[in-house]
Nanobody, 124 residues
Framework: QVQLVESGGELVQAGGSLRLSCAAS????????MGWFRQAPGKECEFVAA????????RYADSVKGRFTISRNNAENTVSLQMNSLKAEDTALYYC?????????????????WGQGTQVTVSS
């Protein structure tokens, strides 16, 4: 079992930056693949970024490449998403997910554990 708690979401102006964090507990964090997903009102859940358990492999959605950076701190059991040059279309509820086996995935269905989400609102 893995428990996840996201934080860091808030209202920010377009062009600004935010750093989201996800704290994990319950299992050995260093063996867990972590991902960030988002869901805007009326839209499906969308992959944002994911990172392997050692941090050596990362994947990003095309829409955030060059603007967002995912990282993890296995000593502190946290994964972060640094978001720069934010756009109005980045507005969504952001979730972190965890999977205990397999590699980095862009499919939300392959992450069995989820946090409650943190709201990011970008004003234009």
């Amino acid at each position: 079992q893995v428990q996840l708690v996201e934080s860091g979401g808030e209202l920010v102006q377009a062009g600004g930056s935010l750093r989201l964090s996800c704290a994990a507990s319950g299992r050995t964090f260093s063996s867990i693949v972590m991902g960030w997903f988002r869901q805007a009102p009326g839209k499906e859940c969308e992959f944002v970024a994911a990172i392997s358990w050692r941090g050596g492999i990362t994947r990003y959605a095309d829409s955030v490449k060059g603007r967002f950076t995912i990282s993890r701190n296995n000593a502190e059991n946290t994964v972060s998403l640094q978001m720069n040059s934010l756009k109005a279309e980045d507005t969504a509820l952001y979730y972190c997910g965890a999977r205990l086996s397999g590699g980095v995935s862009q499919k939300s269905s392959e992450y069995p554990y989820w946090g409650q989400g943190t709201q990011v609102t970008v004003s234009s």
